[in-house]
């Protein structure tokens, strides 16, 4: 009879157990100055790269709707790329990245860094628990950190733990490995460890000037292939991001700052390319926030392989 | 069947319809194009409609009181609390759509220079004018007209509904419509398996924890039906019925080694014909386009042949990096099959600081 009862007793412990664990566990600097400029930084943990993905692009899109100038998640990576910081983004560690000069590479305020990310799931018909666990902290002058969270959501159930309320428990069950899990754990996570944060005012935030472009030049270079290259060269806002379009199957070409505020790419025609007639090039850049704006430019002629002499840029 | 045994099955039935889901859209051809690119909207803040009583003024201070840990800031207002929360929830679920959302911040600013605020900002007569003085293509309201809990003894339902409406500054007229209404229902609904649940499942269903999930919910599928992006979308990880075969992805190497200034970097891939194709050079350069070069007819599915070159310039330096080929269908964008080649890495070493 003892032994019955300590056969019911044990397992509803552990299910009270694992059903009331969470609560954010928060570390706050005394002198935090919240900054008004940050950037997010990839995470890093066991969850998967999509997981990882998923989570800090929520973090960046709830820091943008808290009064915070927050960069755009890729222009922060080409950033770490360039700098050799994010060579290979499958096996990143956030943790060994030297934060302070990351932060200073970026021009940023702050950073916010994602670690110790682990996805869980197990399912035993009668019982399942999903989960999500990790650290947020930020990063301010100093390279210290001036507030950090801790965190685990979780969703528990299953006919052993609903017993009084059975078809929702079914309904859950069913549901309980899908993506939409997931989402719903992250957003939690995300919302819970961010409601933290201490906030700025709207009054504290400056914002700078769009970025804008003054001049595309559009030129043919000698190629030994017979399709030839087409070179674009802009004149732009520094420290942007400058693709162009070239054809309707050609969109958001790369280029690259060769010098502060010039941009150069190179397009590669290839067969079945018709670039006969008339060429409208459309030029866009992205400043690290993701402002934007776009030129289009009509070069005057044909592209062909006697063309020597650049075009400018003709505002429409 | 008798009046007797009709009335249990009609309150049954009853407490079943309010346990469901409400949920309505309306939208216009015009939003199906601005949702195709280049179109950016103003959310302004959100109004409170919702019936007001002793559980919503609670129930949000549980969720308000951490928007600030300054202290020192005396009472929050809870509807300006529930409404700050449900806009900022929303906002942050469709900044990941098409359809480009002008930072809060900077909407608020200027809503405050040109002297729009309280109550005008929530009539639609002023969208036309609010949309000229932020320079966006269309004005976003929303309105929380439900933030309720109601207990029936067997029976409580908690229940969150948000209605939103876009209006275009171009056709003057509204061109999203969206109304959703989520309930929790706990009790006689769900399955109550004893004397003890009917009594007990009632009253554990109206712990706040579900407010809390049920305004995410809400705002997360509304977020959904405003930006077109399923949940598997957002994560990256569609069905894989719903997405292009990719076959084959390799790197055409001229050498081994690092490319030097004026070398090409080129990538080949196969798959469904007639996709998108791109690939990625890590996280440094990403999405650039491949183009089809050839298609072969095969009675499982025609396929496709594509080419991405790009040309390093003088200054670059990055690596050892993978490159990433994507193929997605033309006609839906977020439907994706992307795959890492695994050999070789990349190297690129034309001079630069690293």
């Not at chain 1, 390319?273 to 030029?283: I, S």
Request: proline share 6%; glycine share 8%.
């Amino acid at each position: 009879m003892r032994s019955a009862s300590f056969l019911w007793v044990a397992p509803t412990l552990l299910l009270s157990w694992m059903s009331g664990c969470g609560g954010v566990q928060v570390q706050i600097s005394k002198e935090l100055a919240v900054p008004s400029v940050v950037a997010v930084l990839p995470m890093g943990g066991e969850a998967t790269p999509r997981e990882l993905n998923y989570l800090r692009s929520r973090v960046r899109e709830q820091l943008r709707v808290r009064y915070l100038n927050v960069f755009e998640n890729d222009y922060v990576d080409r950033v770490l790329s360039e700098r050799g910081w994010l060579a290979d983004p499958d096996r990143f560690d956030p943790e060994a990245l030297p934060v302070a000069e990351v932060r200073e590479a970026l021009g940023v305020e702050g950073v916010v860094m994602g670690h110790d990310f682990r996805s869980g799931y197990w399912n035993f018909l009668l019982l399942y628990r999903r989960s999500l666990r990790g650290v947020v902290g930020m990063y301010v002058a100093g390279g210290e950190h001036s507030w950090q969270a801790r965190h685990r959501v979780s969703r528990s159930g299953g006919i052993l733990l609903e017993l009084g309320q059975i078809f929702s428990a079914l309904r859950n069950q069913f549901q309980s490995g899908s993506p939409r899990v997931f989402v719903a754990l992250a957003e939690e996570f995300v919302a819970d460890v961010l409601a933290t944060l201490p906030e700025l005012q709207p009054g504290a935030l400056r914002r700078s000037p769009p970025p804008r472009i003054a001049e595309v030049e559009v030129k043919r270079l000698p190629s030994a292939a017979p399709e030839g290259r087409i070179q674009i060269t802009v004149e732009a806002t520094p420290a942007g991001v400058v693709s162009f379009d070239l054809l309707p199957e050609v969109v958001n070409m790369p280029t690259v700052e060769v010098a502060p505020g010039r941009y150069r790419g190179i397009y590669t025609v290839v067969r079945g390319d018709e670039l006969a007639g008339p060429l409208d090039v459309k030029v866009h850049i992205r400043d690290p926030f993701g402002r934007q704006s776009t030129e289009t430019v009509q070069h005057p002629s044909q592209v062909t392989s006697e063309m020597t002499t650049p075009s400018k840029s003709q505002r429409p | 069947m008798s009046l007797r045994r009709a009335r249990p099955l009609a309150f049954l039935a009853a407490l079943l319809v309010l346990s469901c889901t409400h949920h309505d859209v309306r939208t216009t051809p015009e939003f199906e194009a601005a949702r195709a690119g280049g179109y950016r909207i103003a959310v302004v803040p959100f109004e409170v409609t919702a019936e007001k009583d002793g559980w919503f003024v609670s129930s949000v201070a549980r969720l308000g009181n951490l928007l600030s840990l300054e202290g020192g800031a005396g009472e929050i207002d809870p509807e300006k609390a529930l409404a700050t929360l449900m806009r900022r929830a929303f906002v942050s679920a469709i900044s990941q759509g098409p359809i480009r959302v002008m930072e809060l911040w900077v909407c608020d600013t200027e809503l405050t220079h040109h002297g729009l605020e309280g109550k005008e900002l929530f009539r639609k007569r002023n969208a036309l004018r609010i949309a000229e003085a932020l320079e966006v293509d269309g004005v976003l309201y929303g309105e929380v007209f439900r933030w309720n809990r109601h207990y029936y003894v067997a029976e409580s339902v908690q229940s969150v509904g948000l209605r939103l409406e876009l209006i275009d500054r171009t056709s003057r007229r509204s061109i999203f419509w969206a109304e959703r209404i989520e309930r929790k229902a706990s009790g006689l609904t769900g399955g109550p398996t004893g004397q003890i649940s009917v009594a007990v499942e009632p009253i554990k269903g109206l712990k706040t924890s579900l407010m809390e999930e049920l305004t995410r919910s809400v705002t997360r599928n509304l977020a959904a039906e405003f930006t077109g992006l399923t949940a598997e979308e957002m994560l990256e990880a569609p069905r894989i019925e719903e997405v292009p075969m990719l076959s084959f992805a390799s790197i055409v190497s001229r050498h081994a080694g690092a490319l030097r200034a004026g070398e090409q970097l080129t990538v080949v891939a196969v798959g469904s014909a007639n996709s998108t194709a791109r690939f990625d050079i890590g996280r440094y350069q990403r999405g650039i386009p491949m183009r089809q070069v050839a298609v072969t007819t095969d009675p499982r599915g025609d396929r496709g042949s594509y080419v991405g070159i790009y040309t390093v310039q003088p200054g670059e330096r990055i690596g050892p990096t993978p490159i990433y080929v994507s193929l997605c269908r033309r006609t839906d964008e977020a439907a994706c099959n992307v795959r890492r080649i695994l050999e070789p890495l990349v190297r690129i070493e034309a001079g630069g600081p690293n």
